[in-house]
């Protein structure tokens, strides 16, 4: 069976967010099957490993109002609509949200719900016979484990860590745990990862986490807490180890996103997605195709979420060639005319039904590694070797290298790193947590609303950004949970 994590049907349609219960599986035909039945040979465990692969899926699909929205990267398309869609993103993309906001709830909801499916495999490891694929399962429910308290903790701060399978009781008994603590448990768990998975898998297996991908998402989480000198051994290691590499040629940045060229050479790891009906094709492609657009962009037309600033499209030089990748201008419309209108378009692909695009979302790919090393170097005090790293990712842009002289002092380089990341990553989730990591969320935000001309369209004028809305709040649904 070609690339498993594709290909298989969702087979967990629900699991409680904190509390142990019964696992409902979809199958065809449909049945139920408790849990107590299902956990009996080694397939079902592939099988759940598999849901839990397809439980990535559902908090991807709100992450970018999480994070690209909040950013400088992304605006609502349209401050005059009135429409119960878009109103609860306005106060995302104004920093004006509160604890009821209802994507901040779903990312909440399905993220931990992911956690609870990992949860149950791995506290029924000890049942499966064979060593081999333990040892796999349990680093691939390590990673994914991690990778959701990783994203939990940047967006919300202190959050309940749950390990286990836990009784409803012992739920609403929980505290919060410390960010020093969570951030211990999410090195814990992928440094289990990167000593249990394998280098790599055959074909029938693409998109399962590897050793890679583990030490690759723990250098970001040492990267996030400024431990650089951590950071720099994992990343030195992947870049000389790993056998990822940088897609080259005229079309080396396109390929990259391209669905005839899935989990390439440059991708470590992705939330995959599959079209044809099957209930686990991307939306993202109708969601960010423009408004009205009919079918001259997409077929069963676009929402037009996450629209580029203008900002951010004035930032690509002429020569960039991963302008025409990441987003376009315009489309031609009725008529043949074109009609100007800014949309994501990285994550485009052409579909037969409605938000069921083909399109894998990117997690971890090799130009943000060598861009963390990059990072790493220069604040280790080796800008000199930095620039190389900087340069492979732009040279790749067809785009001149910079010289010493452009990044003579470490500040100097930072700034032409983070322009080289927003570049580079943009759409892909990233633009905002660079911004928290270099403490210029607020004073980058007030420039924008400043700045951007849409945001004159708000006659009511938009408030200076408060300190208090860079970590999300608690869904209010969940308080009252734990209130009762």
Known sequence: MKNIVKNIFPVLSFLCLFTACDLDLDLQPISEIG????????????????????????????????TELRSDNTR???SQTASNIYIPLRELD?????????????YWADTYHNISRVNTILDKLDDISSATLRDQLDGEA??????????????????????????????KEMEK???DELYQFIISDLQNASTLLPDSYPNESLGRATKWAAKGLLAKVYRSQKNYSQAETLLADVIQNSGASLLTGENGYEEVFSIANEMNSEILFAVRFKAGGLGIGSPLANYFAPQNSGSFVINGDGNHFNKPTDELIGLYEEEDVRQYTAFQRGYIGAGDKFVEDNYVYKFYSDVSISQDSENDFPILRYADILLLYAEALNENGKTAQALEYLNMVRERAGLSGYMMEDVST?????????LERRLELAFENQRWFDLVHYGIVEETLDNQFDSEIFYSEYVFGIAPVQSDKILLPIPQREIDIFNQ
């Open 35 to 66: 849990e107590g039945n299902f956990y009996q040979t080694d397939s079902d465990f592939n099988t759940a490993m598999v849901a839990a692969y397809n439980g990535l899926q559902a908090p991807i699909l709100n992450e970018w109002a999480m």
């Open 76 to 78: 609502l398309h349209n």
């Open 94 to 106: 104004l920093m004006t949200f509160t604890a009821e906001q209802p994507n901040i709830y779903n």
């Open 142 to 171: 390590s990673f994914i484990r991690a990778y959701h308290y990783f994203n939990l903790t940047r967006l919300f701060g202190e959050v309940y860590l749950v390990d286990k399978r836990i009784s409803a009781q012992e739920a």
């Open 177 to 179: 745990s410390s960010i």
């Open 410 to 418: 470490k500040e100097m380089f930072t700034e032409k790193l983070l």
